[in-house]
């Protein structure tokens, strides 16, 4: 049985105390809404149906900005970090990159269902993906100032399964809202209103239910200003990155990262859209579906939080790329919608513990003191290769003429990924 022991962030004093740890639970429950509503289920089949008026025209285009929006986060990414850390403060790039996602999601009510809409409603989802994105490197990297040394794999699963839970309650919300009949609030089902507004209710969730961390998580009082953290801090990111040539275990892991990664955040962009691209899903059916997956992700989060920390995080994850690709390559196959929502549940209960491990692993190899840096490279990482995988999904399904094709690419991430990640060593083998 493996013993996890992870050095507490010196930056944060609050590690086991739950009242900053549930108000650190409370923005996975917000942010996983906006991920879910806006990114992978409603919005992204909106703009590939109704505004861009072609599936496949609007697979090939939202995979495009999907791969955009992932090089502009690696480089903020990157840049951001070490600033962070040396004096900027965490919270203040947190709510910064917060409200971004926050005022384009609301924006996103006044797109219309017509193609000359397209540029708008791609403009939008790159600022919300972008802000939820890098938003996130600065919230995970305040995970190992918040765990006890001997729970880190626990919190960083219980953190994403409450996740997906807040994603669950947000689409039955939605749900109520698309299906309403006589439509809610007066809305106008021809101009696509009720479901146009789904990301507004997903953007004011996020800024609701992500209060608590700003309130109760605390920081220390940073003396440094902004102009000298910023010239600390791009000091730090090239130390870091020399430092990075002598440590080739981290380097590992951060590659095998960046390709399996790229298979989950394609899988995630996609789900929508194949459901309706492939089955001829409508928007409420999409909308059931994502709320399976979620309810099966948050199971398979809750559960593997418990074997992380008995096992680790590496073979965590490698038991759940493995997973993935058991279910994943049927799901490629199948014709009927119960076998595809059955298999969705399969894939689920792999999804989230696949990136619950990684960042509990990140968090067990990174030095105390480096957090921001080492989730800043962390997300790079994630997102260093987001300009191939969603564009290589769209391509190949238009190449193939068929969904399938393209995501039969999503496999091959896994797989790479997986025999990468086995030779990497954590402190807990």
């Known amino acids: 049985m493996a013993t996890n022991t992870v050095k507490v962030d010196s930056t944060t004093s609050q590690p086991g105390k739950w009242g900053p ?33 072609d599936t496949t025209v609007g697979t090939v285009l939202w995979g495009q900005m999907m791969g955009a929006s992932g090089i502009a986060m690696a480089i903020l990414a990157v840049l951001l970090g070490p600033v962070a850390d040396a004096g900027a403060g965490r919270k203040i790039w947190l709510a910064c990159f917060t409200g971004i996602a926050i005022l384009a999601g609301i924006a996103m009510w006044w797109i219309q269902p017509d193609p000359s809409w397209i540029i708008p409603a791609l403009t939008l989802a790159f600022l919300v993906n972008v802000g939820l994105e890098v938003a996130m490197v600065f919230y995970n990297s305040m995970l190992p100032g918040l765990a006890p040394p001997n729970m880190v794999g626990r919190l960083s699963g219980w953190g994403w399964g409450i996740g997906y839970i807040g994603a669950i309650v947000c689409l039955f919300l939605a749900l109520f809202v698309v299906k309403a009949e006589p439509p809610a609030f007066g ?21 609701t239910f992500s209060l608590p961390l700003f309130l109760m998580v605390r920081e220390p009082r940073r003396t440094a200003g902004m102009s000298k953290a910023i010239a600390d801090g791009l000091k730090t990111l090239s130390d870091t990155l020399t430092m990075l040539k002598h440590q080739g275990n981290i380097l590992l892991f951060l ?19 194949y459901a309706a691209g492939t089955f001829g899903m409508e928007t409420e059916q999409i909308l059931l579906f994502g709320v399976t997956i979620y309810i099966s992700a948050g199971i398979g989060a809750f559960i593997f939080a418990w ?50 491990a990684s960042r509990s692993l990140m968090a067990r190899l990174t030095p105390p003191g480096h ?48 025999i990468l990640l086995s030779f990497v060593r954590e402190p807990t083998d």
């Open 371 to 418: 957090e921001g840096r080492s989730f800043g490279l962390f997300g790079l990482s994630g997102k260093a290769t987001a300009f191939l995988g969603p564009p290589l999904v769209g391509w190949a399904t238009l190449i193939g003429e068929s969904q399938r094709v393209g995501m039969a690419t999503v496999m091959a991430f896994f797989v790479v990924g997986a």
């Open 255 to 273: 590659v095998a990262h960046m390709i399996y990664r790229n298979g989950l955040n394609t899988m995630f962009s996609f789900g929508g859209v």
């Open 307 to 356: 074997v992380d920390d008995r096992i680790g995080g590496r073979k965590t994850v490698l038991l759940s790329l493995c997973g993935l690709l058991v279910f994943g390559i049927p799901l490629l196959l199948v014709e009927s919608h119960t076998a595809f929502f059955g298999l969705g549940i399969g894939i689920g209960l792999f999804f989230g513990p696949a990136q619950s």
């Open 21 to 53: 740890i549930a108000a650190w639970f409370a923005y996975d429950w917000a942010s996983s809404a906006p991920f879910a509503i806006i990114v992978t289920f409603v919005f992204a089949t909106y703009f590939t149906e109704s505004v861009a008026g």
């Open 187 to 207: 809305l106008s089902a021809e101009a696509s209103e009720p479901v146009r507004l789904t990301s507004v209710v997903a953007s004011v969730w996020l800024l």
